[in-house]
């Protein structure tokens, strides 16, 4: 056996719970892995760790004391990441830094440090993406709902940002790769696991509204310039599952009428009337 990793039951204070052990132990495990995702490896030895709240509170103290707010706030975007080895580039990082310091959250030199910057970032860039490639269909109930399927578990790092510019109206964000949905109710919003989620049909107006867009999509690309391969660069083809411009015109419910901007907008006056 060349190695060990720690177990734990995939939530942060889990997680917390196994830095603490393995501050306390003095211990140098490879990873720490959520244990109903372990593939087991004859050359790896694996120790379950339980989940103490008092010890993963420790945890936090000690990183808000010794390195700050936005070093605790990094470990929480890192801990959304869904990459397997997430857990041990949080412990490097976490015995590095707390041993010489604040300063040491800029020593990007550092293994530790770079690995767990990277896994911010891209943790980041995810949730970037959502806020350009959201799109939000109106149900009969008059919420708006919108589906997703991120890279990394990045609902909580979204929902501000919606709700800051869709305060007036309620809407829904389903992650259907984490089974987690971000509701808001106009007041305040609030996670919900969704593992089972059943919505009700678009409202009566929707696929009209989605036929403006798609007119407008279509009117507006020239089709000398098309160029796919800069279109995937900037919108990456694993999102247009879930965006309805980019149904081909064939598979659409309701094939655009208008054909001009002119037309679409007197479309629009008279859905709004």
Not at 21 to 26: E, N
Not at 130 to 150: D, E, K, T
Not at 243 to 267: G, S
Request: one cysteine or more; glycine letters at 4%.
């Amino acid at each position: 056996m060349t190695g060990f990793s720690y177990l734990y039951d995939g939530t942060l204070e889990g997680m917390l719970s196994a830095v603490f052990v393995a501050f306390q132990r003095k211990e140098y495990p490879e990873n720490i892995i959520v244990e109903q995702d372990l593939q087991e490896s004859l050359f790896c030895g694996y120790i379950p760790t339980l989940t103490n709240l008092e010890h993963a509170e420790r945890v936090q103290s000690g990183i808000l004391n010794t390195l700050g707010v936005r070093a605790y706030d990094d470990v929480k975007h890192a801990f959304l990441s869904d990459e397997p080895s997430k857990g041990g580039v949080i412990l490097r990082y976490l015995q590095y830094t707390m041993k010489r310091g604040s300063r040491a959250c800029t020593h990007l030199a550092a293994p530790a440090v770079h690995d767990f910057e990277e896994l911010c970032s891209r943790v980041s860039k995810e949730a970037h993406y959502m806020l350009q490639f959201v799109r939000f269909a109106q149900l009969s109930n008059g919420v708006f709902f919108s589906q997703i399927a991120p890279k990394a578990n990045v609902v909580p790092l979204i929902m501000d940002h919606f709700a800051a510019r869709f305060n007036i109206q309620p809407f829904m964000i389903y992650d259907a790769v984490h089974g987690l949905t971000g509701v808001f109710d106009t007041e305040r919003w609030w996670l919900v696991d969704a593992r089972e989620l059943q919505l009700p049909a678009h409202s009566l107006q929707e696929d009209e509204f989605q036929a403006l867009w798609q007119t407008f999509f279509d009117t507006i690309a020239i089709e000398e310039r098309k160029n796919p391969t800069c279109q995937r660069n900037f919108m990456p083809k694993r999102f247009w599952n879930n965006m309805c411009e980019q149904v081909p015109p064939q598979l659409r419910n309701l094939r655009p009428k208008t054909k001009t901007p002119t037309q679409a907008i007197q479309v629009k006056n008279r859905l709004l009337a």
